[in-house]
């Protein structure tokens, strides 16, 4: 056979052919209708758990649902856009704080999103829900999207490997107690001159550990009125215990850098605890079955005795568009799917992520013990510290400010590594002032604000 | 010393005694060895990443490669990430495995390096084999474009795009990259050396001068349409911002948006990631594997002689 | 844009083409460029319009839009992020076009003897790489430099008993190795075949007489092959800074983010921060321009130099 273009053409071309029937054979017929609500929420896990019930409520309400995942930064390439350009938008969203940030930068009535409050309010959801989970989505007191947990934050360990180390978890109340136990079991056990074994696994390379460990003491990135406010003598105290449990000759911890790397780590007995909240403890039954048993939940050691014993990390929401033109069926959709108290039982049992309805918590699944947590009930573990999780408030410039808040640390810790001995609490103030400094100046340009009035 | 330290002393130092015997033969000697030094460090990821596939999760990071042989078995090595990389995920679509991302990639790649194959062809044949009024500023005008980056434009164009209704569609990805502007210039590269008599005497013969390009030009710069046909299947088949922005439905998406999905910031599944990765790179090496002599000589046509 | 590189050569299709055309339809060439000009219009000169506008307001959703003037523009010129993208951008580009050019080069030389039966093997070790997308080198390079696990570190210690824990990915200082080292690693195959297939246009009867002559393997890489593969060099020179000055992808990838103390953070990256994640387009689109004029500059700047002292 001749090839007048070559064979590569040749062979392109047939494959473009024979694809391209294929997926308009396998292209199922997408419905002509827009469906009467589109909901779009980032990640998979999500959305196998909620596919059986929407499909349940399409039957009962006679009405169509999309149900859609999209990657987190497509979601808010996309979410951008369409606000931008009048397209359309789906009416409910799965998002993070950092979207919901972004999203209430102008003024109120120019946010994108359904104005949740007085809704909350009727339906008497403020007081059935951690109240301090409606701080990530909300703008100068108003709320734009349901919370959909509550992320508590707890001291995850290698219960067996204390034991043979005679350390008991329950002494370790205060983060004093913690350190000055971790200078001694972090050493280089066969001296080759690298540490085989550290006290804790720290998130050194993002804002994650710093600021959740902040949140602990009640110092979140922006005041609920958008203020910076983490440039204070406190929050550079933390800075500075920080520092030093992460660098030079005082250092308890190690970064594993990413999630295959800590389950090594937590095998190996790299390190014995780790700062674990609820959605990360199903990580590791899924991603390390050979621990099962051998590692314990505690909560975290406070800052002073008495205080509070666990921070939060992350959180999710579900906020609906302006634009939707069924509100009420999406608002009724949005309490099926995170507040039917009878659905969040074995939900639990199935994610560990801890819902913000109380009322959930009293499910005999919140007391099962669990085989892989040395037969703790976790459910309860994690339900006892949910009152006391500290409000994270959302803010339109929280992605700067956390890689501003993550300098200030490099900063004071390349300090540290040149002068060990040298007093840090100058450096570290200053440098959370020079953060904090910038991150106004970046707030000042905002001329949106200042027009609406 | 260590081991690998140890045997790449001795492999250096092995070619000494040949040089005494022949020169050129410690030459070659050499020049292979630091040959197989360049294809060891090139290909040691794509070891790592073999290796890697077929470890369980629990052990993935406990050894470089692979464990020692005494600790081989099914619970160590085993296809795990294949099977839950290919299992069927639930969606909206209905249940969608993972050949049907294989199959939209594909056919995405293909149907995009064929289009843009004709118009880019097209395109340059006009730069090449003609001349008229603007002719300059045209090319000026492509050339700068190029300057430009895609991101710049991602905004307004999803704009459009959704205007023209093509949400969730192909369109959105074929047509806006129908025509490349680099494949322009390489193709108008290759046809500069094409003798007119070729186009005259199809004149002559009363060719339309559509058929003229297509039958009787075209078909003689074969190397160059093997060699664009690589360069524009591999930037499709790559291609990650503009799919994962346009594509709604999960069983329209492709290989690069889904494979992203494993390593997500709530859940990283690295194993079956990497086993993703390894499948993806399959269809572009087997078309770099037929293609590479038709693409040298290509390129060596099309970007270098004037 | 090999053009670019060569229109400054007057070779002879040009003039063979102005005898063809004055007796052609005049019409035809227009047409094949339809599809061209279409496309550019809708996808390339409105959207391109539409981003200057925007340069020139502060935009919150689709009902605000404030007029701010060159306000946009002079933050940027005076954001301290903004002088640590723009510095790792051009330090990113220099560095590896500066590496890339002579390692592509180099290879190509060692793969260019004679006939070798591995050669075809040896060619698709060195152009491996991209097959992968960028994405996927950015995330398994991600797990490559991971301390003590990963494969660079691994691989370290057991060639110098140093470096298991190099934090690469958490050290400012390191960020810039890294990336180079993994964009080396990505792109350096491709820049090969480029000048492997210059490699094989040279008139070999042109070495052979030098050879003859008695000049010396470097004499000839230096007097013949240098000068014969130069508009090659200018393209993958070229080339290769507007990619550079492009960069975002795999940083992107592989740091998940900008890493520490903006280490990572390019142009591109600035704008994207800007664009989609604060949702500022107007600050984003007139970054795009600041870096349009960018690298049209130092593309022309590039021509004018690597043409020089060519006839």
Redesign the interface.
């Known amino acids: 056979m001749d090839y ?6 040749f062979w ?2 047939i ?2 052919l024979l ?2 029937i ?2 308009a054979a ?3 017929s ?1 419905r002509v209708h827009r469906p009467d609500l589109v909901f779009l929420t ?4 999500h ?2 758990v909620y ?1 059986p019930l929407i499909h349940k409520f399409e039957r009962d309400h006679h009405v169509t649902v ?9 979601l ?3 979410l ?9 938008v789906p009416d409910l969203v799965e998002l993070g704080v ?1 979207l919901m940030g ?2 209430t ?3 109120l009535e ?3 999103f359904w104005d949740l409050t007085d809704k909350i309010h009727t339906a008497h959801l403020d007081d059935q829900l951690v109240s301090a989970r409606f701080a990530g989505f909300s703008s100068r007191g108003h709320i734009f999207a349901l919370p959909h947990d509550v992320h508590p934050v707890m001291l995850l360990y290698r219960a067996d490997l204390l034991a043979k180390l005679h350390i008991d978890p329950s002494q370790l109340t205060t983060w004093d107690d913690f350190t000055r136990i971790g200078r001694q079991v972090t050493k280089d056990i066969d001296g080759d001159g ?1 540490i085989d074994r550290y006290m804790i696994n720290l998130p ?3 804002h994650d550990g710093l600021q959740m460990l902040l949140l602990q003491k009640g110092i979140s990135l922006f005041d609920p009125m958008g203020n910076v406010s983490f440039d204070t003598p406190d929050a550079a105290e933390t800075l500075c215990w920080y520092v030093r449990q992460t660098e030079g000759a005082t250092r308890i911890s ?8 800590l ?3 937590m ?2 007995g ?1 390190c014995l605890f780790y700062i674990c909240p609820d ?1 990360r403890s199903r ?1 590791f039954q899924l ?4 621990l099962s048993g051998k590692l314990a939940l505690m909560p975290l050691p406070a800052w002073s005795p008495g205080q509070r014993r666990t921070s939060t990390w ?1 959180a999710t929401g579900l906020a609906i568009t302006k634009a939707c033109q069924h509100k009420d069926l999406a608002w009724q959709l949005a309490m099926s799917l995170y507040y039917d108290k009878n659905q969040l039982g074995p939900r639990f049992e199935a994610t560990n992520i801890l819902p913000p309805l109380k009322a959930a918590w009293t499910n005999p699944a919140y007391d099962q013990p669990r085989t892989f947590f040395s037969n703790q009930p976790i459910g309860r573990l994690y339900a006892n510290l949910a009152p006391f999780v500290p409000s994270d408030y959302a803010n ?2 929280t ?2 400010a956390q ?1 501003k808040l ?2 200030a640390y ?2 004071t810790k390349l300090y540290y590594r040149d002068h060990p001995n040298a007093d840090l609490m100058p450096i570290a103030l200053d440098q959370l002032h020079s953060a904090a400094a ?1 991150i106004r100046q970046i707030q000042s ?4 604000l200042e ?1 609406a009035h | 010393m260590t081991p690998l330290q140890l045997t790449i002393l001795a492999l250096i130092i092995l070619g000494l005694p040949i040089a005494v015997i022949s020169a050129r033969l410690s030459r070659g000697y050499y020049r292979y060895l630091a040959m197989i030094f360049v294809a060891v460090i090139m290909l040691l990821p794509f070891a790592w990443l073999f290796c890697a596939v077929i470890k369980d999760k629990d052990i993935l990071n406990a050894y470089t490669f692979l464990p020692p042989f005494r600790d081989w078995s099914k619970t160590t090595l085993n296809l795990n990430n294949f099977r839950d990389l290919l299992q069927p995920h639930a969606t909206m679509q209905g249940p969608v495995s993972f050949w049907r991302y294989i199959l939209n990639s594909l056919f995405l790649a293909s149907a995009s390096t064929t289009i843009t194959l004709f118009f880019s062809s097209l395109s340059g044949y006009a730069l090449a084999k003609f001349r008229f009024p603007g002719q300059r500023l045209i090319m000026t005008f492509m050339l700068a474009s190029m300057t430009i980056p895609g991101v710049v434009l991602l905004a307004p164009n999803f704009e459009t795009i959704y205007h023209l209704g093509w949400m969730d569609t192909y369109k959105s990805l074929l047509v806006p990259g129908a025509v490349s502007v680099f494949g322009v210039f390489l193709f108008r590269q290759a046809f500069l050396p094409v003798p007119d008599e070729i186009i005259e005497a199809g004149r002559i013969d009363g060719c339309s001068e559509f058929r003229i390009y297509l039958t009787l030009v075209l078909p003689l710069v074969r190397p160059m349409i093997g060699a664009f046909c690589l360069i524009a299947f591999l930037g499709s088949w790559n291609s990650f911002i503009a799919p994962n922005v346009f594509l709604q439905s999960q069983d329209k998406l492709t290989l690069p948006v889904i494979l992203n999905q494993y390593v997500g910031e709530y859940q990283q599944q690295y194993g079956v990631f990497l086993a993703g990765t390894l499948l993806a790179i399959l269809p572009p090496a087997i078309l770099f594997f037929a293609l590479q002599r038709e693409f040298i000589s290509g390129l060596t046509t099309g970007a270098v002689k004037q | 844009m090999s053009a670019s590189a060569f229109s400054h050569k007057p070779h002879t299709g040009r003039q063979a083409a102005s005898a063809t055309s004055r007796r052609s339809f005049p019409l035809t060439p227009y047409l094949f460029l339809t599809p061209y000009f279409l496309l550019t219009i809708v996808f390339f000169l409105y959207p391109l319009f539409y981003a200057t506008i925007l340069s020139f307001y502060q935009t919150n959703g689709p009902t605000r839009k404030v007029f701010v003037g060159l306000a946009n523009f002079r933050f940027i010129l005076s954001d301290p992020d903004f002088h640590i993208a723009l510095r790792n951008t051009l330090l990113y580009t220099i560095l590896s076009v500066t590496t890339q050019v002579p390692v592509a080069l180099a290879l190509a030389l060692l793969l260019n003897a004679r006939r070798d039966k591995l050669k075809s093997f040896f060619r698709l070790a060195v152009f491996a790489p991209n097959l992968v997308g960028s994405i996927f080198v950015g995330i398994l390079f991600s797990v490559l430099f991971v301390p003590r696990y990963g494969l660079v570190n691994r691989t370290l210690q057991s060639l110098t008993h140093h470096g298991l824990l190099i934090a690469w990915l958490n050290e400012p200082s390191l960020i810039m190795p890294a990336l180079l080292l993994a964009s080396l690693w990505m792109y350096v195959g491709f820049n090969m075949i480029y000048f492997l297939a210059a490699l094989q246009s040279i008139d070999a009867s042109l070495i052979e007489a030098a050879r003859i002559d008695g000049a010396t393997p470097i004499k000839v890489f230096w007097h013949v092959t240098l000068p014969s593969i130069r508009p090659v060099t200018t393209f993958v020179v070229v080339m290769g800074t507007i990619g550079s000055l492009q960069l975002f992808e795999l940083p992107y990838a592989m740091l998940r983010g900008f890493g520490p103390k903006n280490a990572a953070l390019t142009i591109v990256g600035y704008l994207y921060q800007y664009a989609f994640q604060s949702g500022d387009l107007g600050t984003g689109a007139a970054v795009g321009w600041i870096l349009t004029l960018l690298i049209l500059g130092a593309s022309l700047l590039q021509l004018r130099f690597l043409n020089r002292g060519q006839s």
């Open positions: 007048p273009f070559g064979k590569a053409a392109i071309l494959l473009a694809s391209g294929g997926v396998l292209n199922r997408h980032y990640t998979s896990d959305a196998n596919a999309d149900l859609e995942v999209v990657d987190l930064a497509a808010q390439e996309r951008t856009a369409a606000f931008q350009v009048h397209a359309e950092v972004s999203a930068k102008g003024p120019d946010v994108g690298i050194d390379d993002s190690f970064n594993a850098q990413g999630q295959q790397n389950c090594r780590c095998i190996d790299l959605w990580q991603d390390v079955p050979s992350g339109p410039y992605s700067i890689a993550r300098d490099l900063n910038s340009r905002n001329v949106l027009t």
